[in-house]
């Protein structure tokens, strides 16, 4: 058997074994009303947690979301939005494909952007020594921020979600 072969087979075990042991994690017990008074019962039942079923017993809710999904609930998420990859239900909801494009746009705008002003910028202060000396203390007070830093600066001031967008990025490429 080739390494390849047997790095292969490796994998799949490795992933199949993840799986498993996820599934195993997240199965959800049944109801055990246990050491629950009438009241904790009382609240649970007003909050959705539990329903009651015909014969007067309690499950949880199945349509309620209880901790970390399963694998099969997972897989079925990623199903149902890569098949509405190219929807347009309404204002906010559009498929996956439409906001991998909206943010592929929104960075290559702020990339371009960043990278014509910064090329500009840089060519002059490396040919000017008098731009250096006035540039140069600024650059490297502003240079160990992160770009993230300047996140919630630019959500207070800037109301437009594509914009900040395009300023964050334009702030990390300078």
């Given at each position: 058997?080739?390494?390849?072969?047997?790095?292969?087979?490796?994998?799949?075990?490795?992933?199949?074994?993840?799986?498993?042991?996820?599934?195993?994690?997240?199965?959800?017990?049944?109801?055990?009303?246990?050491?629950?008074?009438?009241?904790?019962?009382?609240?649970?039942?007003?909050?959705?947690?539990?329903?009651?079923?015909?014969?007067?017993?309690?499950?949880?809710?199945?349509d309620k979301q209880r901790g970390i999904p399963t694998p099969g609930i997972v897989f079925e998420k990623v199903r149902?939005?890569?098949?509405?990859?190219?929807?347009?239900?309404?204002?906010?909801?559009?498929?996956?494909?439409?906001?991998?494009?909206?943010?592929?746009?929104?960075?290559?705008?702020?990339?371009?952007?960043?990278?014509?002003?910064?090329?500009?910028?840089?060519?002059?202060?490396?040919?000017?020594?008098?731009?250096?000396?006035?540039?140069?203390?600024?650059?490297?007070?502003?240079?160990?921020?992160?770009?993230?830093?300047?996140?919630?600066?630019?959500?207070?001031?800037?109301?437009?979600?594509?914009?900040?967008?395009?300023?964050?990025?334009?702030?990390?490429?300078?």
């Amino acid at each position: 058997m080739s390494t390849q072969r047997g790095s292969a087979i490796l994998c799949i075990g490795i992933v199949s074994t993840f799986i498993f042991g996820w599934q195993l994690a997240t199965m959800s017990k049944p109801f055990d009303r246990g050491t629950l008074s009438a009241h904790e019962l009382e609240v649970m039942v007003f909050n959705g947690d539990i329903v009651e079923k015909e014969q007067g017993s309690y499950i949880y809710n199945p349509d309620k979301q209880r901790g970390i999904p399963t694998p099969g609930i997972v897989f079925e998420k990623v199903r149902s939005e890569l098949g509405s990859a190219f929807e347009k239900k309404g204002t906010n909801d559009h498929g996956i494909a439409f906001l991998v494009y909206y943010t592929v746009t929104r960075f290559a705008i702020g990339f371009l952007v960043a990278s014509f002003f910064a090329i500009i910028l840089g060519v002059a202060v490396g040919l000017s020594p008098l731009l250096l000396g006035a540039f140069n203390p600024i650059i490297q007070l502003l240079k160990p921020i992160s770009p993230l830093a300047w996140m919630p600066l630019l959500l207070y001031t800037v109301e437009d979600p594509q914009m900040t967008a395009i300023l964050v990025v334009f702030m990390a490429a300078l």
